[in-house]
Structure formats: C-alpha cells, structure tokens
C-alpha cells in the first residue's frame, strides 16, 4: 500500500506550530521519528503506519493439545504395532513377551491391541484439531477421552485381579511400568472428557 500524506488541519495563529505539535501527537508520526519523511519538508506525517506482527502466545489448550497428541500416539501406535507386528512389540517392550504371561491372559491382550487400534485413534485427531485451535476437537476428545478411559481402567483391573490370583501378566520388573502408563492414559482421558463437555456449545 503506498504511503500518502495526511493533511492536519489548523485552527490557532501559528499554524505550522500546532500542527506540528499535532502531528507529534499521532501513532504514524514515528514514520518521521524513524527517518521516513514526505515529499515536502515539514509536511504532514504519513499514513498508513506499518502493522506490528502479531506473535500468537501458546495457551493452555495447545498445550494440552500436545499432551493428548503425545501420549495419544504412544498408546495408540503401540497397540497398532502390537496387532500387526507382535514380534516387535514384544522387543520395544509395547507387548508382554508370552513366555512371561498365562496363554489366556496373552490371547486377551492380543484381542484387545487389534480392537484398541481400530478406536483409539480418535483421540490422536483429537489433540491434532486442539493443536490447530479447530474447534471440532470436542467431539473428538468426547469419544477418544472415553476410549482410553475404558482402555486404561479395564487393563488395570484385569492386571490386579490377575496377580491377586496368583496368574502371570508380565515380567515382575515390567508390571509396575504397565500400570503407571495404564493409570496416566486414564488421567488423560478423563481430564479431555471434562475439557471437552466445557468446550462443546450449548445445546
């Protein structure tokens, strides 16, 4: 946009005085101050100024956008890898090796990594839509924060009822970590539940 002057109009006996006092006065007068003059010397100051760049502050909402991307994507393409490539999931420790586990506890798990990659991803596009200040995230985060609540809270309590039995879940160094993990996907579901019925309008 070229830059074109603006006439300050005059209203005392020395005119050139108060519009140059006006002119001082004016948020596009630090064109002058900046060294940027028009045409005419002592003329009227120049319009438009230059925009300020704005600078977008992370809030709290991307932040949990992140978190929920994050840990979405562990969960989820750890069971994903866990479906399709169980060898591979038993070396990166996704997986209990099933020398460790009871054969029936090891099908169950098996079952339930190939129905946890076909749903957990909703809350992977969840986070993606926080992240990008879109607001269709809610309805995403509804359904992907109970999704993990369900997946969270079931592989807890068939872990504990299990061991309290006496029947083997995993190596006794790996069982803790899996029920920390398992606790923390919870919390996460259950905080995107609420963030996410906040955020939903009105009906």
């Known amino acids: 946009m070229p830059l074109v002057p603006v006439p300050i109009p005059s209203t ?3 005119g050139s005085a108060m519009a140059s006092s006006a002119r001082a006065d004016r948020p596009w007068c630090a064109l002058r101050r900046s060294g940027i003059k028009d045409q005419t010397d002592g003329g009227p100051c120049l319009w438009p100024a230059p925009p300020v760049p704005h600078r977008k502050d992370m809030t709290v909402g991307t932040v949990w956008g992140i978190v929920m991307l994050v840990l979405g994507l562990v969960g989820w393409g750890g069971q994903t890898i866990s479906w399709l490539a169980p060898g591979t999931a038993v070396r990166l420790g996704l997986m209990e090796d099933e020398e460790d ?103």
Do not use: C, H, K, S
Request: charge should be neutral; hydrophobic fraction near 60%.
């Open 101 to 203: 586990v009871e054969a029936a506890y090891f099908a169950d798990v098996r079952g339930e990594a190939t129905w946890d990659a076909l749903t957990l991803w909703t809350l992977v596009i969840a986070g993606a839509l926080l992240v990008a200040d879109n607001p269709a995230w809610a309805p995403f985060g509804l359904v992907g924060g109970a999704m993990y609540v369900y997946f969270a809270g079931r592989g807890i309590l068939t872990r504990v009822v299990m061991l309290r039995r006496g029947l083997r879940v995993g190596a006794p160094a790996q069982v803790p970590v899996n029920l920390a993990m398992l606790a923390v996907w919870g919390v996460m579901g259950i905080v995107t539940i609420v963030a996410a019925a906040v955020a939903l309008p009105p009906l």
């Open 12 to 14: 005392g006996g020395d």
